[in-house]
C-alpha cells in the first residue's frame, strides 16, 4: 500500500519518470532474474557441501549445529563465484581472451 502511493505521490510531481520507472521495472527484473537465478544454484550448491556425509561426522559429534545467520560469511565467497562467472560470460561475449605474455 505504501509502494502505492509513493508511486501515486511520484506520478503527481513527475508524471513521465514515474511511467518510466512502470515500464522499465519489468525490463530491470528480467535482466537480473538470471543473476538471482545462479546465486541460488550457487547457494544450493554450497549448501550441500556444506551438510555433505565428509562433514557430518564431525559436526555430530559436536551437538546439533547452530542455525546459520543471514549475514554469513559465505555471501562474500558465493559474490566471488559469481562475480567470477559473470566476468567469464562477459568475456565470452565479447569475445575476448586474455593475452599471457
Known amino acids: 500500500?505504501?509502494?502505492?502511493?509513493?508511486?501515486?505521490?511520484l506520478l503527481a510531481v513527475c508524471w513521465p519518470l514515474?511511467?518510466?520507472?512502470l515500464v522499465l521495472w519489468p525490463v530491470v527484473w528480467l535482466l537480473s532474474l538470471p543473476f538471482r537465478?545462479?546465486?541460488?544454484?550457487?547457494a544450493g550448491v554450497l549448501e550441500l557441501c556444506?551438510?555433505?556425509s565428509?562433514?557430518?561426522g564431525a559436526c555430530?559429534?559436536?551437538?546439533?549445529?547452530p542455525s546459520p545467520s543471514k549475514e554469513s560469511d559465505m555471501g562474500f565467497i558465493t559474490?566471488?563465484?559469481?562475480?567470477?562467472?559473470?566476468?567469464?560470460?562477459?568475456?565470452?561475449?565479447?569475445k575476448t581472451t586474455p593475452r599471457w605474455a
Open 50 to 52: 556444506a551438510r555433505s
Open 18 to 21: 514515474a511511467l518510466l520507472a
Open 54 to 56: 565428509c562433514c557430518r
Open 79 to 94: 559474490a566471488l563465484i559469481i562475480g567470477g562467472i559473470v566476468g567469464w560470460l562477459a568475456s565470452m561475449v565479447m
Open 37 to 42: 537465478l545462479v546465486g541460488m544454484a550457487v
Open 1 to 9: 500500500m505504501i509502494k502505492f502511493l509513493v508511486w501515486l505521490l
Open 60 to 65: 555430530s559429534a559436536r551437538g546439533p549445529a
